[in-house]
């Protein structure tokens, strides 16, 4: 089992910037990658960004150039650093751990853009 808990989301302006942590505990040596995911109301859940435990890296196409992905692997914790957002940017963020097979999820963080 693994364990993820979200935190940073909040209210921003557009243009501003916000910063989400997500924290792993339990089985993490079985875990490859992490990614940051994306769910806005009436959508479907989209990428917004993966990593992998070399460091590879993964974004969506609309948020390239404005969010980096990181990970801190002696605090098993991923980072979202999302910068000039926008109103589209508005949604409920998801930490997702992959490894052989299986994947979870974290219970999601808030990010809201106001224009």
């Known amino acids: 089992q693994v364990h993820l808990v979200e935190s940073g989301g909040g209210l921003v302006q557009a243009g501003g910037s916000l910063r989400l942590s997500c924290a792993a505990s339990g089985n993490i040596f079985s875990i490859i990658a992490m990614g940051w995911y994306r769910q806005a109301p009436g959508k479907q859940r989209e990428l917004v960004a993966h990593i992998t435990n070399a460091a590879s890296t993964n974004y969506g196409d609309s948020v390239k150039g404005r969010f980096t992905i990181s990970r801190d692997n002696a605090k098993n914790t991923v980072y979202l650093q999302m910068n000039s957002l926008k109103p589209e940017d508005t949604a409920v963020y998801y930490c997702?751990?992959?490894?052989?097979?299986?994947?979870?999820w974290g219970q999601g963080t808030q990010v809201t853009v106001s224009s």
């Open positions: 997702n751990a992959e490894g052989n097979g299986f994947g979870y």
